[in-house]
């Protein structure tokens, strides 16, 4: 056996089998495919293998072409019980957002373009009236997503100048979103104010000084201060801010239009609240628990809204029209007061233990396996740490729950469950209900595939 007994690139090019690898992927794609197949085969003739044959070539470099173009970006199905899961996609969306996000990507619309006058509109104001009729503010102004959003009003308004943060909110939380190291992306000067457990409001007030700009109050997001601990109210900070025409920019983190505490949760801070407390601007995601379309938002005084809609890096930040779309579409939800039946994230905190026990009990009964047992969900997204949620798990007790998990991730679509007690558990709480079939028939043959060791 030696290497001429392996084909050329041109050879391979003009089989039939290779011209459908053409038509599906691109000829130069093809092409660098089969130069890679036929590398590999001439290592491995190199090494005392058999030469492969043209047919063994061809799928082969079909093989390669499917791995190098397959997506990555994938739905799956998420039965973690982790309701806002930051690596999972966040907040599933609406019926309704998701139909606005098609009618709006299919051609053109009314970005940025007045329709009763026929001029030059402005992209803003699609969501503006809505997100001031919710939370009452004067103005809105929608961006990328928080992160930016806090970026955005710290280098519009703090540049330069400095920000009086308390210790207790010098938080990390997650991806990169530092409050210290966002502070000096912006240009301004973090003064830290406090102590790491208890901050008091003379504290704040003996920072003062004439360069103080701002006055920033960081939502703790995703962990908890327990024991002797501190902090000013927003209204007390509001109150001083006032004393020295200092504005409070409140960092909501997820941000609620709802109270959660209707829902058996702690109380995480609702955005018209603190409007109402007086914060001058006030942050948060589209994606937490709003329930909507990655997004910043920034609601609060007009004035310092339109000064940060004006500053260059509000362009640099925008919103794009599907997100402007889907967002429009969730707050209309909660205008209609239906968040609860129509937005998923909803729909899942308000989920009845009972419902979710039955969903487990019919999974049991279709794979004819498992065991129902108790559990808790989370709500994620960097709010209400250390609260969950009472729910129903399906626990499946195999020799190798880890494999079964890995079986389960190469499922299309895949499925993500959580290992617990060396048992793969489900939870139905975050499995959407146009998912349950696909579930099952994944979990069916999962554990019935070849070589079934899951099982
Ligand atoms: C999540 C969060 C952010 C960042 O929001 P993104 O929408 O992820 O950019 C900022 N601050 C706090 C307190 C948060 O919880």
């Given at each position: 056996?030696?290497?001429?007994?392996?084909?050329?690139v041109?050879r391979?090019?003009?089989?039939e089998?290779?011209?459908g690898?053409?038509?599906?992927f691109?000829?130069?794609l093809?092409?660098?495919?089969?130069?890679?197949?036929?590398k590999?085969?001439?290592?491995?003739?190199?090494?005392?293998?058999v030469?492969?044959?043209?047919t063994?070539l061809?799928?082969q470099?079909?093989?390669?072409?499917?791995?190098?173009?397959?997506?990555?970006?994938?739905?799956?199905?998420n039965?973690?019980?982790v309701?806002?899961?930051t690596n999972?996609?966040?907040?599933?969306?609406?019926?309704?957002?998701?139909?606005?996000?098609?009618?709006?990507?299919?051609?053109?619309?009314s970005?940025?373009?007045?329709l009763p006058?026929?001029?030059?509109?402005?992209?803003d104001e699609?969501c503006?009236?809505l997100l001031?009729?919710?939370?009452?503010a004067?103005a809105?102004?929608v961006?990328?997503?928080?992160a930016a959003?806090?970026?955005?009003?710290l280098?519009?308004?703090?540049?330069r100048?400095?920000?009086?943060?308390s210790?207790?909110?010098?938080?990390?939380?997650?991806?990169g979103f530092?409050?210290?190291?966002?502070?000096?992306q912006?240009?301004?000067?973090l003064?830290?104010?406090?102590?790491t457990?208890r901050?008091?409001?003379?504290?704040?007030?003996?920072?003062i000084?004439?360069r103080?700009?701002?006055?920033l109050?960081a939502?703790?997001?995703?962990f908890?201060?327990i024991?002797?601990?501190?902090?000013?109210?927003?209204?007390e900070?509001?109150e001083?801010?006032?004393?020295?025409?200092?504005?409070v920019?409140?960092?909501?983190g997820?941000g609620?239009?709802?109270d959660?505490r209707?829902?058996?949760?702690?109380?995480?801070?609702?955005?018209?609240?603190?409007?109402r407390?007086?914060?001058?601007?006030?942050?948060?995601?589209?994606?937490?628990?709003?329930?909507?379309?990655?997004a910043?938002?920034?609601?609060?005084?007009?004035?310092?809204?339109?000064?940060?809609?004006?500053?260059?890096?509000?362009?640099?930040v925008?919103?794009?029209?599907?997100?402007?779309?889907?967002?429009s579409?969730?707050?209309?939800?909660?205008?209609?007061?239906?968040?609860?039946?129509h937005i998923?994230?909803w729909t899942?905190?308000a989920a009845?233990?009972a419902?979710?026990?039955r969903?487990?009990?019919?999974?049991?009964a279709?794979?004819?396996?498992g065991e129902?047992?108790?559990g808790r969900?989370?709500?994620?997204?960097?709010?209400?740490?250390?609260?969950?949620?009472?729910?129903?798990?399906?626990?499946?007790?195999?020799?190798?729950?880890?494999?079964?998990?890995?079986r389960?991730?190469?499922l299309d679509?895949?499925?993500i469950?959580?290992?617990?007690?060396?048992?793969?558990?489900?939870d139905p709480?975050?499995?959407?209900?146009?998912?349950?079939e696909?579930?099952?028939?994944?979990?069916?043959?999962?554990?019935?595939?070849?070589?079934?060791t899951?099982r």
């Open positions: 056996m030696s290497l001429r007994d392996l084909p050329s041109d391979l090019m003009q089989l089998a290779v011209e690898l053409v038509a599906a691109g000829r130069s093809t092409v660098e495919a089969v130069r890679e197949s036929l590999a085969a001439r290592e491995a003739v190199r090494s005392g293998q030469a492969p044959q043209p063994e061809v799928s470099t079909r093989a390669r072409l499917e791995t190098w173009l397959a997506p990555t970006l994938r739905p799956l199905i039965a973690t019980g309701i806002i899961h999972l996609g966040r907040a599933p969306l609406s019926q309704a957002a998701r139909q606005a996000i098609q009618d709006v990507a299919a051609g053109y619309s970005l940025e373009f007045d006058h026929g001029r030059r509109g402005n992209r699609h503006e009236q001031l009729r919710l939370t009452g004067e809105a102004l961006v990328n997503n928080n959003a806090v970026l955005l009003a280098t519009g308004l703090a540049r100048k400095e920000v009086l943060v210790r207790t909110q010098l938080i990390e939380i997650g991806g530092r409050i210290p190291d966002i502070l000096k912006s240009g301004a000067k003064v830290e104010v406090g102590t457990n901050t008091h409001l003379r504290d704040y007030r003996s920072a000084s004439e103080t700009a701002l006055i109050l939502h703790h997001s995703n908890k201060i024991g002797f601990a501190a902090e000013p109210e927003l209204a900070l509001v001083l801010g006032r004393e020295h025409e200092l504005p920019l409140h960092d909501l997820s609620s239009l709802l959660t209707a829902y058996g949760l702690g109380a995480e801070p609702r955005v018209q609240d603190s409007v407390a007086g914060a001058a601007l006030t942050a948060f995601s589209g994606d937490k628990l709003l329930g909507g379309p990655q910043g938002i920034l609601v609060g005084e007009r004035v310092l809204i339109g000064q940060l809609r004006r500053h260059p890096m509000a362009r640099a925008r919103a794009d029209k599907l997100c402007l779309a889907a967002l579409a969730t707050l209309l939800h909660y205008i209609r007061e239906e968040a609860e039946t998923p994230v899942m905190i009845a233990p419902d979710l026990s969903r487990a009990q019919r999974w049991q279709r794979l004819g396996l129902v047992i108790e969900s989370t709500v994620g997204g960097g709010s209400l740490p250390e609260e969950t949620l009472p729910t129903w798990l399906l626990s499946v007790d195999v020799p190798h729950p880890s494999e079964l998990a890995r389960l991730r190469e679509p895949p499925i469950g959580r290992i617990a007690d060396d048992r793969l558990v489900l709480r975050t499995v959407l209900p146009d998912e349950e696909p579930l099952l028939a994944g979990l069916a043959a999962a554990l019935e595939g070849p070589g079934g899951a």
